[in-house]
């Protein structure tokens, strides 16, 4: 019987829960709970991304501003802005030194976006803030007809970690495409560093992580009147330190049958089968060159913090 969706959701959902091996899409842990258990995540001492990224803008402000700066002016294009909290540090320099800009952030979720443009009203009340909610494609399609001063495109946080090989080039060359001579773009990787401390990071003793993977579901028996039991699931996460892919998956502890009503759908899983919901791939200097290379943009210059956890690189078409 062919079902009818409401939304993207419900069919990547049936899709992926009727494949074998089953998968769901990591894109979808961000509605209102689990940017909070994002936000956790961030704050948590085994995280170390957050704190590895934000020291590499506090200690190179200044570098960064004249990178960006131009004589006409400039625009700060955010890709998956979320809090903020790193991007404030420069912003507030920029505000602070009187540089001509605005900030555009942009973000899927409309929760963290208005959280956003609240604080920065507050924080940085003169700043130009234009936040535009929607897919990042979608935005860059839009901002390629933008060619009346310099575009800085961010994308920090390791972003582009969720995406497979083949989906990161893709979504480079989106950028690449978006871009004009003298555009810039700023982007964080998570570099491979010893396997315990990423193994550690996606896998906190505290359960954050794992509350975070099991929102997913939690948001399918919400949205989809479904029925899972998150207690008869665990959370385990898998790094490969040669491809530098760290894999987050759901296992069912024993057999079990969950309904998905408002998709009129009955999974079966057999005892210590998988769901896999995420990757957060790690990189090194050789794979950063050879995708900005893929997608026809050049490195000019990298940051790295004081113990090589993080880089964000600076890129130019
Ligand atoms: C938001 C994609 C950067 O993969 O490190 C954190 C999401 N998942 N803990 C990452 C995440 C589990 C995060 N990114």
């Known amino acids: 019987m062919p079902t009818i969706y409401t939304n993207a959701f419900e069919e990547d959902v049936y899709k992926g829960l009727t494949s074998y091996p089953k998968k769901l899409s990591s894109k979808y842990f961000y509605d209102e709970k689990g940017d909070k258990i994002f936000q956790q995540i961030m704050n948590m001492p085994e995280y170390y991304l957050t704190d590895a990224e934000y020291s ?15 004589e006409n002016g400039f625009d700060i294009i955010e890709l998956g802005a979320g809090d903020g909290k790193k991007t404030k540090v420069l ?15 942009i973000d899927i979720s409309k929760y963290a976006l208005k959280e956003l443009k609240e604080s920065l009203e507050n924080e940085l009340p003169n700043l130009k803030v234009i ?106 996460e898998t790094y490969d330190p040669e491809t530098g892919t760290a894999k987050s998956y759901l ?17 079966n899983f057999k005892a210590w089968e998988t769901i896999h919901t995420e990757i957060s791939q790690k990189y090194d200097d050789l794979t950063v060159n050879w995708l900005a290379e893929q997608a026809n943009l050049k490195v000019i210059d990298q940051y790295v913090d004081s113990e090589n956890l993080f880089k964000d690189f600076l890129l130019t078409i």
């Open 91 to 105: 912003l507030r320099y920029l505000n602070e030194n009187k540089f001509n800009f605005s900030y555009q952030p």
């Open 251 to 267: 296992v069912a502890k024993e057999d079990l049958k969950v309904r998905l009503q408002k998709i009129d759908l009955e999974i």
């Open 56 to 70: 590499i803008i506090e200690s190179y402000t200044e570098k960064i501003a004249a990178a960006f700066n131009d």
């Open 131 to 236: 936040p535009q909610e929607g897919m990042y494609f979608k935005v860059l399609n839009r901002l390629a007809e933008y060619k009346s001063r310099k575009k800085v495109i961010l994308v920090l946080g390791s972003n582009i970690g969720n995406l497979v090989q083949e989906k990161a080039i893709e979504f480079l060359q989106n950028i690449q495409a978006s871009m004009n001579k003298g555009d810039l773009l700023f982007m964080g990787f998570d570099m491979k560093k010893n396997p315990q401390q990423i193994i550690d990071a996606y896998s906190d003793k505290t359960g954050i992580t794992e509350a975070f993977n099991k929102n997913l579901l939690l948001r399918i028996n919400r949205e989809m009147n479904a029925d899972f039991d998150l207690d008869k699931f665990l959370h385990w």
